[in-house]
Structure formats: structure tokens, C-alpha cells
């Protein structure tokens, strides 16, 4: 069957770029977060992002970012959204996204993992487990990757989220070896007993602790999504589902005929253009993760909009290359505020942006009450049933109207 409007979606999450904080943001005590607004003071009206402004980035605020003044006639349609799901990591808001929120909280660790658990671990490794607390994953790898180096012992982590998180120094513990004990781990944390959102391998290299950097051999190990996503729908239906960067991890593969994992957001950017290039009809779903891992967890609103500018850059090659039945879709996770104190993730909305060379039209898509009214949007494209939340704006997009 023909799609509606668009043969080819782009979707692309800039992780953990969130706009303000959103109406629940008091249950998690995140009350003032403004990823995009205090990223924007930090630069004291020096942050050039003129594609995004062009989209409608401060157009879709209350406060425009400074040095981003809203735009008259913005290219297309601008917005937010809100999340439903109980948490605020990158599993939440994806699945959600994608129809499927996480409507009962998983288990979070804010004293640590329990001992069976912990013991488990060690026998099945060899190995002994240390750290054991929620921590900054550079911050622990600072104070017992030495150690590591010295003994071979496992550094366990986590952080506010549902994850539990295994930091190994690649030369002690092979990326290999590391995969196989975060796969186990992954086994014993699919309920009903532990319920954990992400095992996430994170190798390291370097000599010392002053010289210790995390690799792009990350992995995720998610929970397999506890039912059926926008991603399955489509597949099923036969429209291609292209994953690009951790979106193959956090839907664990399911309903994503190719994945390509990103080395760094500009790579990821690589992959975008090479998509870009194909024939195809389908859904085209990207995460650009350094906004997340490298900037906001470390708070650094500095490097935070420098990735902005250059990720910004890349999106000038991507609006001139879409084709006229091409629609790009930008949106968020969650936020991430380097302003704000801590190192976890902010409730946040998100902005929604969206633009096609076809649309006759611009406006605001106002403050949509789920993340799910994406995947909506897309289903309804591809002429597929919505069986799950979310509201498609797929009529808006289209509008024709007097000339904008
Ligand atoms: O501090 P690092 O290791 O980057 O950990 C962060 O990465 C996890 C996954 O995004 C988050 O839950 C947060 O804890
Ligand atoms: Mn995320
Ligand atoms: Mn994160």
C-alpha cells in the first residue's frame, strides 16, 4: 500500500536534550531542569545553532535559548512532548516513542545491588565485584580502575536509573569476556525477582587514573520490550525499520531490519547521509548519544553545545538532501541538564521538530501529552493501525493552507 504522505521518515533522538522541566517533574525532583536553557546561559548568547533555529528550536519554548531568537516563519511544523512512562532513562522514552510506555517502575538500586545478586555475579565471573553503588561511571572508574588494573576485579555500578552498569579496563578484562558476564547479568534481571531496565558494558582504556577514557564498545544489554512497539508494526507490515546507533540495543533488535552502530555522534551523523543515499520506503531511526553520555551525565554545558553546533552543522547537509516525499522528525529521550546538580538524567518535555520539502504549511504542533504521538505519526504514514497510546499530527504536517 502507498504511505499517505511520506515514503521515507527520518527520526532522529538527540539524547537527553531536553527543553524544560515537564508539569511532573517535582515526583523526580527535577524542578528548574532546562537542558536546552541553561545550556544556551552557559554560552552567554554565543550558541550558533541556525538549523535548529530554522526548525523552530525557541519557537517552541516559553523562553527562547539565548543567542537563539525565535524565528518568524519557521521551515515547518515545531513542538513538545511530554512522557507518560514511570522512568526517565533512554529506554523509557524510546519505547515510548515508539507506543509502548513503561507504565511500572523498574527497579532502581540507590543503596547499591543485593548480595545474591552481587555473589551470583562473582561466581559466574571469577571475578570479585567492587564499587557497588550508584556513581558517575568516570568518577568510579577514577577512584578503582588502578585497582581493577591490579586485581582484575569487576567494577558494578549504577546511577539513578534502572541500569547496572560493568566498567572494565579492556586490557584486564577482554571486550569479549565483558559482553559475556553483562549477557548472564542481563539473564538474572528480567524479573519477576529483579526488574532491570539496561545491563550496560562499559570498557575503558588508558595507563591511569588521570588518562582513563571510556571506549565506543559500550553495550547495552535493554530488557526485550515487554510487548509489541511501532518498530514491530511496521516491520511485520514490511516497511523498513533502520536503526542507527543504540536504537538496535534498546528495542534488543526487535522489529529493526538493519542496525549500525555509532562510534560518536558525528558518525552517527555518517550513517544518517548514507541512508540518506537509498532507495527505500520505511523509517529511518537514529540516537545520537554523546549529548547524553559525554556531556550532560558529566555536566558540561560547554561541550554540551558544542556538540549542538556540530551536530547542527551536519543537519544543514541533511535539510538540503531531503527529497520531497522525505519527512525529518527531531526529538529527545529525556533531559540531561549540565546546569543542574547530580549526574542523572532531568523529567523534561522534549522538542519536537519537524519538517518535509513538501509541506505548503508551518505551525505549532503544541505540547503533545505523550512521546507515543511520534511512532502515531508514523504508524498512521504507513497506513498501519494504532494499537497502542499516542495521537498522529500526520494531518497537520500535511495541511495546505494560504502560502506560509
Ligand atoms: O555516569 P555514566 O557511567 O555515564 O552513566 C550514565 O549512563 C547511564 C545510561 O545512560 C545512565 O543511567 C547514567 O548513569
Ligand atoms: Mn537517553
Ligand atoms: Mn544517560
Known amino acids: 500500500m502507498e504511505p499517505k504522505a511520506y515514503h521515507r521518515i527520518f527520526g532522529i ?31 552567554q548568547g554565543e550558541l550558533k545553532i541556525p538549523n535548529l533555529q530554522r526548525m523552530g528550536i525557541s519557537n517552541l519554548r516559553e523562553h527562547e535559548i539565548l543567542g537563539v531568537p525565535k524565528v518568524n516563519r519557521p521551515l515547518g511544523y515545531y513542538g513538545t512532548m511530554q512522557e507518560v512512562s514511570a522512568g526517565k532513562d533512554s529506554m523509557d522514552g524510546h519505547w515510548e516513542m515508539m507506543g509502548l510506555p513503561v507504565t511500572k517502575p523498574l527497579d532502581t538500586f540507590p543503596h547499591g545491588f543485593p548480595d545474591d545478586l552481587i555473589k551470583k555475579i562473582e561466581s559466574f565471573s571469577g571475578r570479585k565485584v567492587i564499587g557497588n553503588r550508584p556513581e558517575s561511571g568516570t568518577k568510579i572508574i ?16 549504577t546511577s539513578g536509573d534502572s541500569v547496572l552498569q560493568i566498567a572494565a579496563h579492556e586490557e584486564v578484562i577482554s ?13 538474572l534481571v528480567n524479573g519477576p525477582t529483579y526488574t532491570i531496565g539496561r545491563v550496560i558494558a562499559r570498557p575503558y582504556v588508558g595507563p591511569d587514573k588521570a588518562h582513563f577514557v571510556r571506549t565506543a564498545n559500550r553495550h547495552d544489554f535493554t530488557l ?55 532507495e527505500f520506503t520505511g523509517f529511518c531511526f537514529t540516537n ?7 556531556y550532560g551525565h558529566r555536566r558540561n554545558p560547554i561541550g554540551f553545545g558544542k556538540a ?9 547537509t541533511v535539510l538540503k538532501s531531503l527529497r520531497e516525499n522525505d519527512l525529518l ?11 543542574f546538580r547530580g549526574t542523572d538524567h532531568t523529567r523534561e518535555r522534549v522538542p519536537l521538530l519537524a519538517y518535509s520539502p513538501s509541506m505548503k504549511m508551518n505551525g505549532n504542533l503544541g505540547n503533545r501529552q505523550t512521546f507515543a504521538d ?25 495541511r495546505t493552507g494560504e502560502v506560509k
Not at 577514577?142 to 555500578?157: C, K, R, S
Request: hydrophobic share 40%; glycine share 12%.
Open 13 to 43: 533522538v538527540l539524547d537527553s536534550v531536553g527543553t524544560g522541566a515537564a508539569p511532573d517533574a517535582n515526583l523526580f525532583n527535577d524542578q528548574g531542569a532546562d537542558t536546552l536553557g541553561h545550556v544556551g546561559e552557559a554560552y
Open 142 to 157: 577514577a577512584e578503582l580502575g588502578e585497582q581493577q588494573i591490579e586485581t582484575g576485579d569487576l567494577i558494578v555500578y
Open 175 to 187: 571486550v569479549k569476556e565483558l559482553y559475556r558476564i553483562c549477557e548472564y547479568v542481563r539473564s
Open 224 to 278: 526485550a520490550p515487554i510487548g509489541q512497539t511501532d518498530l514491530d508494526y511496521l516491520n511485520e507490515a514490511g516497511i523498513q525499520t533502520i536503526g542507527i546507533g543504540k536504537i538496535n540495543d534498546i528495542f534488543s533488535g526487535h522489529g529493526i531490519s538493519i542496525g549500525y552502530h555509532n562510534e560518536s555522534n558525528m558518525d552517527g551523523m555518517d550513517h544518517v547521509d548514507e541512508v540518506m543515499k537509498k
Open 288 to 294: 545520537l548519544v554523546d549529548f547524553d553520555a559525554m
Open 308 to 316: 549542538l553546533m556540530d551536530f547542527d552543522k551536519r543537519l544543514g
Open 329 to 339: 522528525m527531531i526529538t529527545a529521550d529525556h533531559g540531561n541538564d549540565p546546569g
Open 374 to 398: 511520534f511512532g502515531a505519526t508514523v504508524l498512521d504514514n504507513f497506513n498501519l493501525k494504532n494499537h497502542a497510546i499516542g495521537t498522529s499530527f500526520l494531518e497537520e504536517l500535511v
